[in-house]
């Protein structure tokens, strides 16, 4: 795995499947995306677990809220890639 793509998320559920979406429609294939759900009171989660579903290079992470910098750094714990972005 040459990348992994981390993105945290809290309470994103307007933004999320525009965000996700471009990140599948990247022209190579020597990717992960990492869905790192910091805690979301909204229906982010379970857009992230659709995704999930449906694309086998997606790996989400449910956590309790630790702020932006925790989820990020939750990602990078569970990253495979040679890059982390």
């Known amino acids: 795995m040459k990348y992994s793509i981390i993105v945290p998320i809290y309470n ?3 933004y999320l499947n ?3 979406d471009h990140l599948l ?3 190579f ?3 992960e995306i990492i869905l790192v759900n ?3 009171t909204d229906n982010s ?3 992230c677990l659709d ?3 449906r694309h086998n290079r997606i790996k989400v992470i449910n956590k309790t809220n630790g702020g932006v910098s925790s989820a990020r750094n939750c990602g990078i714990d569970n990253a495979n890639g ?3 972005l």
Request: proline share 0%.
């Open 18 to 20: 525009e965000c996700v």
């Open 51 to 53: 995704y999930q579903k």
């Open 29 to 31: 294939d020597d990717y």
């Open 38 to 40: 910091d805690g979301s």
């Open 25 to 27: 429609n990247i022209d």
């Open 82 to 84: 040679e890059y982390i």
């Open 45 to 47: 989660y379970n857009q």
């Open 12 to 14: 994103a559920e307007k």
